[in-house]
């Protein structure tokens, strides 16, 4: 299994990364987690052509992990794609999503190729033996209340991602690591946002499970200047097992079961 960190930023837009994405390659599957602003670019920027992408998942609905969605379709049209794109998303959300292409005039059937926009348990978790399973996390806790008076859900989700090679937690947003640590206890990957945990927490996470390998993304640009520092620490304290992403970054996977 192979992971792309192909964009590494936070919320806030920055020169040198793009927003939220990254792809998990296992056999034939080429999944894309989440399309923040520049997906379609970063894609390209890592070698991956778009026509590649099986399947969209979207972890939740703040700018930086969807607005690169629209574009990226349209790239797929105008290159002309014909195979069908499973796009899942999260319960309570399909409308929104079908509303808000179809606004922009991206309708499944002018569209070249079939795009289903589904709710997680709409679309099977596992395809080829890569198993991908939503669970939620308390990211949007915070807006929940004013959410609901817009009559939005604030429901956002942590991906776990198994093949019969390995086991690996994607936070992408959440409101702290304890969101993800049980999940992330037994795995051999955490790629994780670090913009809501602090990088003590990270360290002190990486120190108590071994065998666990830590990305480090989501980089907001306050941590920026002191990353060749952190990245000396992970060497001196960790083993060099916490790694901080940049877009194309890659990160091989291989199996470690007999
Ligand atoms: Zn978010």
Redesign the pocket.
């Known amino acids: 299994m192979k992971f792309i960190l192909t964009g590494t930023a936070s ?1 806030m837009p920055v020169a040198h990364r793009r927003h ?1 994405s990254l792809v998990i390659e296992d056999g034939e599957q080429r999944v894309l987690v989440d399309a923040g602003d520049g997906t379609s670019a970063a894609l390209l920027a890592a070698g991956i052509a778009l026509a590649s992408i099986t399947r969209i998942v979207i ?2 609905t ?1 700018p ?2 969807v607005t690169g969605l629209p574009m990226l379709l349209q790239g797929m049209h105008i290159a002309g794609r014909t195979e069908p794109l499973p796009i899942s998303v999260p319960p309570g959300r399909v409308q929104w999503f079908r509303e808000w292409l179809r606004g922009m005039y991206i309708y499944a059937e002018k569209w070249g190729f079939p795009f289903q926009v589904q709710q997680y348990g709409d679309i099977p978790a596992s395809e080829g033996g890569l198993r991908i399973a939503p669970f939620p996390n308390r ?2 806790e915070k807006v929940r209340e004013l959410a609901a008076r817009h009559d939005v859900p604030a429901d ?1 989700y942590s991906l776990h991602v198994s093949s019969e090679c390995c086991s690996v937690v994607i936070s ?2 959440i409101a702290s690591l304890d969101d993800v640590a049980a999940a992330a206890a037994g795995s051999d990957l955490l790629i994780v ?1 670090g913009t ?1 945990v602090l990088q003590d927490e990270i360290f002190a996470f990486a120190a108590a499970h071994e065998k666990l390998a830590v990305i480090c993304t989501h980089i907001p640009p306050e941590i920026e200047p002191g990353l060749m520092a952190l990245r000396e620490r992970s060497a001196e304290e960790a083993g060099g097992r916490v790694l901080y992403a940049y877009d194309g970054m890659q990160y091989l996977l291989e199996r470690t079961k007999t």
């Open positions: 919320g939220a972890s939740h703040h930086d992990h990211h949007l956002s992408s947003d946002d809501h």
